[in-house]
């Protein structure tokens, strides 16, 4: 069972670049590591998603370093809107099913 | 970009009665699952289901809930003789495949509040 380890909350200011860097020394050889948003009343959602080295799309880059046991999302230039919880997750693969398995996030605080 | 709907959005009930929440899974999605997440604690797995049976169930998923696929684009979690403690958000999630890399989409839930 691979747990993850992340700060509870993190401040930060518009425009600044954020990394929140999560621990998973359990790691399973064909895990994958997710990363989830979530804002207030809302479902988590999808941010990105890697296996190693790095990953980048529109929205953030995902750095992993070759041991995998830890790994840190990067959001460039935050805006107010950022401002949400943000899950780091390793899937137990259960036969073809993956049950996530949730931590309590980074509270992610954005100010003007 | 297809999403995953949950209804209703708010769902206020009376102890001891039955609730059934619904989802509508992405369409080529085959994957499903139900989750929940307590006022300001983690989302926990409730079940995931496939081929129209369960595939994996948590301890919280006791004999009170049920889930079912009535037809194609359906999934249903069923909560018999709600408790004050099934007060909480539950939310649905699909995804195409099972694979590790396949990531899971969800709706924005249900809140649920048993009074």
């Known amino acids: 069972l691979a747990k993850t380890t992340q700060p509870i909350s993190m401040d930060s200011y518009e425009g600044q670049e954020v990394n929140i860097t999560c621990s998973h020394n359990?790691?399973?050889?064909?895990?994958?590591i997710t990363w989830y948003q979530q804002f207030p009343s809302q479902g988590p959602r999808f941010i990105i998603q890697g296996y190693k080295t790095k990953v980048t799309n529109e929205v953030a880059s995902l750095f992993i370093p070759a041991d995998r046991k830890s790994s840190t999302l990067s959001l460039p230039r935050v805006s107010l809107s950022d401002t949400a919880v943000y899950y780091c997750?390793?899937?137990?693969?259960?036969?073809?099913?993956?049950?996530?398995?949730w931590g309590l996030g980074t509270s992610l605080a954005v100010n003007p | 970009e297809p999403e995953v709907t949950q209804t209703p959005s708010h769902q206020v009930t009376q102890m001891g009665q039955e609730v059934i929440l619904r989802c509508v899974p992405i369409s080529n999605h085959l994957y499903f699952y139900w989750y929940r997440q307590i006022l300001g604690q983690k989302v926990e797995f409730l079940v995931s289901f496939y081929n129209n049976e369960i595939s994996e169930k948590s301890e919280i998923f006791d004999d009170q809930f049920s889930v079912e696929r009535p037809d194609g684009s359906n999934f249903t979690l069923k909560i018999r003789s709600t408790k004050l403690e099934d007060s909480a958000m539950y939310f649905c999630a699909s995804t195409r495949q099972g694979a590790s890399n396949q990531p899971q989409h969800f709706g924005d839930g249900t809140r649920l509040s048993i009074l």
């Open positions: 359990n790691i399973a050889t064909n895990d994958y």
């Open positions: 997750l390793v899937g137990e693969v259960a036969g073809n099913n993956r049950k996530l398995i």
